[in-house]
């Protein structure tokens, strides 16, 4: 998706609405256009995720994958955005020292990963294995100001995040869902969009994971959670499980689908091509998902709590991470 996402609203006992700004088809630009003209358009189009858009792209065209879209520059990628938002942007939001130095050491020397990881974290444990014990033991280390920084950013979420509510679950997204969506474009009836596109499903299965569903809805700060865990993934060069769903995303779909891996989620392509050049172009990203109607974006914005706190509701838009900028209009009288 390319725009912006308006948030206005959410005081004085109103509730929070969603709109969309300034939405461009990124798609549409590349109609008429030979395959490999259309890929280098997206590579220029999409700042967020650009290697995952390109490497959909071209699986959707058929073109051969440039060695600049393999699996460790896509890793790359997810790792940088997970890293700026946990290190920079949501310290700030918290009042808390952006971690800068981290941050360059995290994108500039790969070789350290697992060390600034046990760094990061204050544990040589795994946090992805831990029971709810354990980790309300592990937060429960950033109360003081000299533990490790992730334990203190985390603790600090999890306070802002309480009782703000924006928990939603809903059924993962398939193959199947999105074969739905790609007949309904041939006019086979309207589809289900309501899916959860997003990183979470990968991380579900896991002890920590469990142990925060609580009530059994996925909380925002699950969801940060789930960032936290594919950040240290990324940083040990542990990452099989981001990659894990996307065979058999491409073993279930039609010639001209191209999927790959995005920082958001599952990242689809779909192209229809007639001598030569493109005739139709669809890419089905995770805000595509999240945004339509009843989508997770807009069902959690709907449930949060009118009169929050900025800081909370700075959490919520970083677990929900949508990939367009979003700005706030508060209420301003009742």
């Known amino acids: 998706m390319i725009g912006t996402i308006c948030l206005s609203g959410g005081q004085y006992g109103q509730p929070w609405h969603v709109q969309t700004q300034s939405v461009v088809d990124a798609g549409l630009l590349c109609a008429g256009l030979p395959p490999e003209q259309a890929m280098a358009l997206i590579g220029r189009v999409f700042g967020l995720c650009r290697v995952a858009h390109m490497a959909a792209s071209a699986r959707a065209m058929g073109l051969a994958l440039p060695t600049v879209l393999d699996h460790t520059r896509m890793q790359d990628e997810v790792l940088q955005d997970h890293a700026l938002a946990l290190l920079v942007t949501l310290p700030v939001h ?3 020292p ?10 500039q020397d790969r070789q350290t990963g697992q060390a600034l990881a046990r760094e990061l974290t204050g ?12 980790f309300e033991a592990w937060l429960a280390t950033g109360r003081t100001e000299n533990s490790a920084f992730l334990p203190r950013l985390f603790n600090r979420c999890q306070s802002a995040l309480e009782g703000n509510g924006a928990v939603v679950s809903m059924p993962e997204l398939t193959p199947q869902s999105v074969q739905a969506w790609l007949a309904h474009e041939r006019g086979q009836g309207a589809p289900v969009m309501a899916y959860d596109a997003s990183i979470w499903p990968d991380y579900a299965h896991y002890p920590v994971m469990q142990a925060l569903l609580g009530t059994g809805e996925v909380t925002p700060f699950a969801r940060l959670a789930a960032r936290l865990l594919e950040f240290l993934a990324c940083l040990e060069d542990q990452a099989e499980t981001i990659f894990a769903r996307v065979n058999p995303f491409r073993a279930n779909m039609e010639r001209g689908v191209g999927v790959a891996r995005a920082a958001r989620g599952m990242l689809v392509h779909a192209v229809q091509m007639h001598n030569g050049l493109v005739t139709d172009y669809q890419i089905l990203s995770p805000t595509f998902w999240h945004m339509a109607e009843n989508g997770l974006f807009r ?3 709907s449930r949060l709590r009118s009169g929050c706190a900025k800081v909370s509701l700075e959490c ?10 979003v700005t706030v ?3 301003q009288h009742a």
């Open 94 to 96: 918290l009042n808390l």
């Open 98 to 107: 952006p971690q800068r130095e981290s941050l360059c050491r995290v994108l």
């Open 123 to 134: 544990s040589n444990v795994s946090l992805a294995h831990m029971n709810a014990q354990a």
């Open 299 to 301: 069902q959690a914005v």
């Open 316 to 325: 919520v838009l970083a677990a929900l991470n949508p990939c367009v900028p």
């Open 329 to 331: 209009e508060l209420t």
